[in-house]
């Protein structure tokens, strides 16, 4: 009678609650603008720890000097990306309009010109105030790199993609980006079929491939025109690289993917790709985890050369980034945690140190799923 009266319990009450409650979520995302920015929105604002207010900048906070010993990676235009930036995604403060903007300008005022965003963080709004509050104190546009990405959905398409750039510019309250990403390569992480992952959207292209390289000529119009100054991608595998440089059109500068010592091999041959066809780098995901699951031999290692230094260990692995030529977008809404992540300019690993992070491959604290950068 237990058996039966919990059987009866979790496949005639339970599961129907369940079955209807995963729906009506489903059914609300789908009903959103951008499905997958709502989901980010969601989990970054309700499920990643942290606090969501960055404070108020006092009026009285002067512009710091940027970082003496700044270092930047070279783009095919002549154009310059410095190597530290403010990642605006996946976590409480990157979702609350006012600590969006504060953290934007507490970023630029203490020397950082790095700003990270993407359309599908829906704040695009409050990253263009936080811009116009630097510029208003004495901080030039010039000086600030933007970067934000263009989501597969609606957006994609060659006349979808032309819209979008004119909205994108309006929402950042810019004449121009520094740098458009396409976000992935797929609209649902590879799950649907390639060859007709867009059919029905109405888009004039129907395959992902065929929207790729719709949406790549619209952005190189839109760079040829100076309202976006260069190109690049994200979580792409090299088939999908090798479909947008065989279009012949904008190089791709940038690819923004995991970088950190733990990704597996399949990854490294991504990383091993964009060097040899000099694509730069952005990494996120730089501490590859939580170091609560590391080995003990992984911490200590970590712990001596950051002691050796008198620095984090999160300073050390941005660092470790950063010396492989990868620059990093460490997300923060404190403060005082930007100005000791531009504190990592100023200090440097030995060639022996650097070796022992590459070591600690060997530890491995996270995997990353393939689903993440699908393979068509």
Request: net charge neutral; aromatic share 10%.
């Amino acid at each position: 009678k237990i058996i039966g009266g919990c059987f009866r319990l979790v496949f005639f009450v339970i599961l129907p609650i369940v079955t209807i409650a995963v729906a009506a979520f489903v059914g609300y995302l789908a009903s959103t603008e951008y499905p997958w920015g709502t989901l980010f929105y969601l989990v970054g604002k309700y499920t990643v720890p942290g606090s969501k207010n960055t404070p108020a900048v006092p009026l009285d906070v002067a512009v710091s000097p940027r970082p003496a010993k700044e270092m930047f990676v070279d783009l095919p235009s002549g154009h310059k990306m410095p190597m530290m930036g403010l990642g605006l995604c996946c976590r409480p403060s990157a979702y609350d309009y006012v600590s969006v903007r504060n953290s934007v300008l507490w970023f630029l005022l203490q020397g950082g010109r790095l700003l990270d965003g993407a359309q599908l963080y829906l704040n695009h709004d409050a990253i263009g105030e936080g811009i116009k509050d630097a510029i208003t104190r004495g901080i030039p546009r010039k000086e600030i790199f933007v970067t934000t990405k263009i989501a597969p959905g609606k957006d994609f398409g060659y006349e979808g993609t032309k819209a979008w750039v004119a909205k994108m510019l309006k929402e950042l309250q810019l004449d121009y980006v520094d740098l458009v990403l396409i976000h992935f390569p797929r609209n649902h992480m590879g799950m649907l079929s390639e060859a007709t992952e867009f059919k029905g959207m109405g888009l004039g292209c129907v395959s992902a491939r065929e929207c790729r390289a719709d949406t790549w000529k619209a952005l190189s119009e839109a760079r040829d025109q100076g309202l976006i100054k260069e190109l690049g991608v994200s979580n792409f595998r090299q088939v999908h690289m090798e479909a947008i440089q065989a279009l012949d059109l904008a190089p791709i500068a940038v690819h923004q993917l995991q970088f950190h010592p733990w990704v597996p091999d399949w990854f490294k041959e991504i990383t091993e790709y964009n060097r040899k066809h000099n694509i730069k780098m952005t990494g996120y995901f730089s501490l590859g985890g939580s170091l609560n699951k590391a080995k003990a031999e992984t911490v200590e290692t970590l712990e001596a050369i950051a002691g050796h230094h008198n620095r984090s260990k999160a300073q050390v692995m941005l660092r470790w980034s950063m010396q492989k030529g990868v620059s990093v977008i460490p997300g923060s809404g404190n403060p005082k945690h930007m100005k000791e992540n531009l504190g990592t300019y100023d200090f440097e690993l030995s060639a022996d140190e650097v070796a022992r992070i590459d070591a600690l491959a060997a530890d491995p604290i996270i995997d990353v799923p393939e689903f993440m950068v699908p393979k068509d």
